[in-house]
């Protein structure tokens, strides 16, 4: 079992930053796939970016260029680092962590953090 609680998020105007965090209650280093998802009202939950125990990462593509996800296994800590942002990337924000993260959800969920862009 592991817990996950994002922070970071927050209102925005369009083309700003923000940097969100997922801190996991145990070692990261033996997870295989950490990633984030986001909802937006009346959406699916899409996936948005992933990274493995390698390093390898995938991005959906309307955030190619713009966000950038890495992982610090010292801090059990996974990051998504977010700019040029557009309101259309107004969602719920969700940390996930499994087996794999880039094609199907992972078993493990935090409880989400709230990202408004404002045009």
């Known amino acids: 079992q592991v817990q996950l609680v994002e922070s970071g998020g927050g209102l925005v105007q369009a083309g700003g930053s923000l940097r969100l965090s997922c801190v996991a209650s145990?070692?990261?280093?033996?997870?295989?796939?950490m990633g984030w998802y986001r909802q937006a009202p009346g959406k699916k939950r899409e996936l948005v970016a992933a990274?493995?125990?390698?390093?390898?990462?995938n991005y959906a593509d309307s955030v190619k260029g713009r966000f950038t996800i890495s992982r610090d296994n010292a801090k059990n800590t996974v990051y998504l680092q977010m700019n040029i942002l557009k309101p259309e990337d107004t969602a719920v924000y969700y940390c996930?962590?499994?087996?794999?993260?880039?094609?199907?959800?992972?078993?493990?969920w935090g409880q989400g953090t709230q990202v408004t862009v404002s045009s």
């Open positions: 996930n962590a499994g087996s794999v993260v880039a094609i199907s959800p992972g078993a493990y």
């Open positions: 145990r070692s990261i280093f033996r997870i295989n796939a």
């Open positions: 990274i493995t125990s390698g390093g390898s990462t």
